[in-house]
């Protein structure tokens, strides 16, 4: 009997090692057996989700990925026009330095536009402002590269939507670098004023990126 063209049978298959003519149903067979390759498929580490106020989130489960990607919903705090951000986590010890840099670009819906940009931060940024009334929320993706190599600087992406306190529609996207060779172990979540009052937060890898 053939099976993936071989006849009598296949050579083993595994991630990385797949030898054969596949059938739509023998990948779906594989790959729920984890042994299809499909370099760059996020691949679930975590979710949490916060619904009473909390100083920060952290992810201490980077796993072995070159690259991570992070969904952010519904972010929201007490403190008007407040912004999400990150710490990484250095060997264990939370890196709260002056020592992260970012440039970024903002749009308003009234019009609005704008370059930002800091050589200096305690912490990256990866939301614009969002507001505290209602049905304020921010919502951004953001990925994560090097964090686990520890012979290279932390370079971090994003691109977020909010409400502010002026009720106006933004959107930014930009970047942050951590410029210090490091063995990154963890992610903290946190914003730049008060507390995190709602969000869910769910990290991804992406495998043998």
């Avoid at 009234?110 to 614009?128: A, C, H, P, R």
């Avoid at 063995?183 to 730049?192: E, S």
């Amino acid at each position: 009997m053939s099976e993936y063209g071989y006849i009598p049978e296949a050579p083993e298959q595994s991630f990385g090692n797949n030898k054969g003519i596949f059938t739509p149903k023998d990948i779906y067979d594989l790959t729920r057996a984890d042994k299809y390759t499909n370099y760059g498929q996020l691949e679930f580490i975590e979710t949490q989700t916060v619904s009473s106020a909390t100083s920060f989130v952290d992810f201490t489960n980077l796993g072995n990925y070159n690259v991570h990607f992070m969904t952010v919903n519904n972010f929201k705090t007490p403190a008007g026009d407040s912004h999400m951000g990150f710490r990484l986590i250095e060997s264990g010890v939370v890196e709260s330095s002056a020592v992260y840099q970012y440039a970024r670009q903002l749009g308003q819906s009234d019009g609005t536009f704008s370059g930002q940009k800091s050589t200096g931060q305690d912490e990256g940024i990866v939301t614009g402002a969002v507001g505290n009334e209602t049905n304020h929320r921010g919502h951004c993706y953001i990925y994560f590269y090097n964090l686990t190599d520890s012979s290279k600087y932390s370079f971090v992406t994003e691109h977020s939507v909010f409400l502010r306190d002026s009720s106006a529609f933004g959107t930014d996207f930009g970047s942050n670098v951590l410029p210090q060779a490091s063995q990154v172990t963890g992610i903290r979540m946190i914003p730049n004023t008060n507390t995190i009052n709602e969000g869910v937060f769910s990290l991804y890898g992406l495998r043998f990126s």
